[in-house]
Every structure is written in C-alpha cells, then in structure tokens.
C-alpha cells in the first residue's frame, strides 16, 4: 500500500481512524526471520547523547543516526545539549523532533494549549533550521484529539507504546521500546531478535542518558543506560551488517 501523506489542511477534519488509514505504510508482508529496521530516538537531548552516543555511533559507521525529541526549552539547561550541538548533530545526519514546549502532558492541558505547544514545536525546528518532521509525545500521554492537531504539523508520531507492528506500521502512532536502567545488552539485542523472529518490519529505541559503567548514575530515577549495554547493541547490529536510522529514514524506506 502507498502511503498517501494527509494534507495539512484537511487533517483537523478527520477522524481518528481515518488519520490511521492515510497514514498506513505497509502491510505485514516482511518475512519472519528478516532483519527489521532499526531506529534510535533519544528523548530530552541530554548531554550524553553528544557526548557519548554520538560519538560511539560515529565510531561504528559515519552513516548510522538517531532522532532528538526535545521540548524548545530545553537546549541550553544543565546537563542538556545546547541548541548549537543539536545542530552540529543534525549536519551530521542526525534527525531533530519535536516534544513540546515544557514536556508537558498534552492529554491534561486545554486543546488551545495543545495547539499552540504543538505550533510553537513546529515553528522552532524551522526557525533553527531543525528538520521538523517528527514528533514525541512527552511521558507518552496523548488522544485523538492531540493526535489530530500533532498529524497537523508533523508526518511522523512516536507515542510509548512498544507495537510489534505485525498488522503494518501506522507513522502517525509508531512506538517505542523504553531502554531502562537495568537492561543489559542482551535486553536491547533480544528486542531486535523478538522482531526478526516475528516478521515485525521495524524496531525502535527510546534511550535518555548514557551512563558510562564507572560512574554513579542518579537512582532517583530509571530512564539511563549503561554505555556497556548501548555498545553491546551496537556490537550487534555492526555484526549483523544492520544499519540505526532515523526515524524520518525508516519511514522513507517504509512508506514509499
Ligand atoms: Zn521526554
């Protein structure tokens, strides 16, 4: 099936389920046992992610990206990336989404709120000359209503949820596995292997902070990930000869 993008100006006029119909890729036709494609985001552009990440991606092949999903006013915080290494990042292949203006929960906030966060994403990204194709749910929390006004400005949506897309890969709900304290190489790798044995088309990460092993990481909460566990994946996919793309790349190959 061709994907038939909704025009911007029609999009605040269908339904939920309609905005799913335009927005279908591809069926469940991948074989089980081929590789899926493999997507990298990281949420909040948090400064191990130009640090570290980054640089580990480079080391493995020039070529591999990720997508940034981070609220406008984080670039520049303590401990985030300022708003000139996400550029740098972006000349380097990497692609830039929006999150919100503060991470707020758009499913708790007035839709006029929600139009103008979402717009105010939007007009951000361009104005830093950011790609601005992609969109992140802050904390996951949305509904159709938010959904609606997000397909308005933006052609590819990542909620939290951790589809299998075994029915086909819908942009404008795509998910993610969450990458937690705890997980081991192992975790990230069998996430890939669960999708291959499977036939699912496309896998893709959530990663926050990388942590390297000798250091302390912050308890106070779980959404970091050993630089280990992140190499061991890389590892991984370096072995099988599968590339990490970003989420605007998987979904030109799937989409088209
Ligand atoms: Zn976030």
């Given amino acids: 099936m061709r994907a038939v993008p909704a025009p911007l100006h029609l999009a605040r006029y269908l339904s939920g389920m309609a905005l799913a119909l335009l927005a279908a890729c591809i069926p469940s036709t991948t074989p089980p046992e081929s590789d899926p494609l493999v997507v990298f985001t990281f949420d909040d552009a948090h400064h191990s992610v130009y640090e570290i990440a980054g640089p580990l991606m480079r080391s493995y092949d020039p070529s591999w990206g990720a997508t940034h999903f981070f609220p406008l ?82 052609r590819n949506i990542r909620t939290s949820h951790d589809f299998k897309y075994l029915d086909g890969v819908n942009r404008l709900q795509l998910g993610a596995y969450d990458a937690k304290a705890g997980h081991t190489a192992d975790d990230l790798i ?64 799937l989409c088209q």
């Fill in 190 to 253: 069998g996430r890939i292997e669960e999708a291959r044995l499977a036939g699912s088309p496309l896998v893709i990460f959530c990663f926050h902070v990388i942590v390297p092993d000798t250091a302390t990481p912050d308890v106070s909460h779980d959404w970091w990930t050993h630089e280990s566990a992140f190499i061991g994946l890389l590892d991984y996919l370096r072995e099988r000869g599968m590339e990490v793309m970003t989420v605007r790349a998987a979904m030109a190959e």
């Fill in 73 to 154: 006013e984080y670039p520049g915080q303590p401990g985030l990336m300022t708003l000139a290494q996400v550029q740098e990042m972006e000349a380097l292949g990497w692609e830039t989404g929006g999150h919100g203006r503060t991470h707020e929960n758009l499913s708790a906030v007035t839709m006029d709120q929600v139009r103008s966060d979402v717009a105010a994403s939007d007009s951000f990204l361009r104005a830093n000359g950011l790609s601005h194709e992609s969109y992140a749910y802050a904390f996951g929390n949305y509904n159709d209503s938010v959904q609606a006004v997000v397909a308005e400005h933006f």
